[in-house]
Structures are given as C-alpha cells and as structure tokens.
C-alpha cells in the first residue's frame, strides 16, 4: 500500500517561470492538504481539497498560486511567474475524512528552488 | 483559532540521556493534538496522537506525551535517546487542518 506520492522530489526554476507539483494521496483517501515549509520554519497549512472542491482556500497566496484535485488523476499545486520567495518545500498529506478523527499521512514533499 | 507554541528552538542532549519537548496549545475545548517527526530532507512521520481518554499517550520509537489540560500542555518525552533521535519535531493541533507549531530541532551528541 504506497504511501502519499509526490512528485517532483526536487523541482528548480527561473523566476517566471510556472511550477506544478503533483500529490497522489494514499489508496482509499479522499482528502488532500498541501502545506508550505519556508527554510527554518513550520509548516504552513495552504489549502484543504476533496475531490473536485476545494474546501479551504485560506493559507493560498492570492495571486499566483492555484490548486485542484480532479476526479481522476493526483492532485495539483500550480504556482505561476515562480519569484524566490516562493523557494520552499512543498507538502501533501491525505486522509480518508475530516482530520480530527483521521489522521493525515504526509508525503515526502516537493523542494522547490527559484534560481 | 487553534494555535500551537514550541517554546525551544533548538535543544541539545546527550545520547542515553532523557529529552523532554514542550508543547502549548491554544484552544476552548479538548484538542486533537500530534506530534510528528522530520527527519532532514524527508517528509513528516506521526509519532503518536491524543483524541481524548488516558493523558499519557504512547507512541512510536519509544516516545510519549502527556495531556495536561490545567497547563495547556501535550509535551513530549523519551527516556533514553538514541543519536538516530536527532531530527525536527513539530507539535499540532487539530481543528480539521493541522495547525502546526515552528518546531524544535533536536541534536544528539555522542
């Protein structure tokens, strides 16, 4: 039973350009939250998705960052015209319902570098 | 909201020497609350988690952590730590996301 799957582990891009990370949640979980880890710091809750909605928007950057889970295929975090700041590592976490009850399995993340 | 605070930002012990981190929470009612484990460059692993029930709650590799409502506390104990032990710890409460504190880094020295 494979874990949460991220892809790519290491992603580098100029400024401007866009990022996509891609996030499959663990087999049978249909709850997907993708977290922000600046360099020395926690991690930071971006965005809470179910399939095809996203439930919780509250954490997202206003301008440029973007995120959906379509009914077939993993989950997307896109971040367009890439600047430094937005250098960090990217995680996804699954869980099978509401957390509280349900625990959330991270995956490994997605270090992104904006050269 | 519910919020978490980690008061140590680094803390160093000795291997086979115990290890205590702190843990304070902000929140009305009996929280959910986590701790988990990262190790560098990996992504987070669950060391144990408190729901409700008996305060002092076992986890993995020999850890534990203790409920205390009276100080808003869920801190996190080992007895004896082993140099494999030297990672980031991250104390969260839950309220449908996770909340998560800024972490304490653990060294273990020889």
């Known amino acids: 039973n494979a874990g949460v799957m991220q892809n790519p582990r290491h992603l580098v891009r100029r400024r401007g350009q866009e990022a996509r990370l891609r996030c499959s949640p663990m087999k049978g979980h249909s709850h997907v939250y993708w977290y922000r880890q600046l360099p020395e710091e926690g991690l930071k809750f971006m965005v809470y998705?179910?399939?095809?909605?996203?439930?919780?928007e509250s954490g997202m950057p206003k301008e440029r960052f973007s995120a959906e889970f379509p009914k077939e295929g993993p989950s997307i975090l896109r971040i367009q015209q890439v600047v430094r700041g937005d250098s960090a590592a990217y995680f996804c976490?699954?869980?099978?319902?509401?957390?509280?009850?349900?625990?959330?399995?991270f995956g490994a993340g997605s270090r992104l570098t904006v050269l | 909201a519910q919020s978490v605070t980690q008061p140590d930002i680094h803390i160093t012990v000795s291997e086979g020497a115990s290890l205590e981190l702190r843990c304070n929470y902000s929140y009305g009612a009996t929280p959910y609350l986590f701790w988990y484990v990262q190790s560098p460059g990996q992504g987070l692993q669950l060391l144990l988690k408190y729901f409700s029930g008996d305060t002092l709650v076992q986890g993995i590799k020999g850890f534990e952590a203790e409920f205390k409502r009276s100080q808003s506390s869920f801190n996190l104990r080992k007895p004896s730590v082993h140099w494999s032990d030297a990672a980031e710890y991250f104390c969260a409460v839950d309220d449908y996301k996770l909340s998560f504190g800024a972490g304490t880094t653990v060294t273990v020295r020889a």
């Open positions: 998705l179910q399939k095809e909605n996203i439930i919780d």
């Open positions: 976490a699954s869980s099978p319902g509401l957390t509280g009850a349900n625990v959330l399995t």
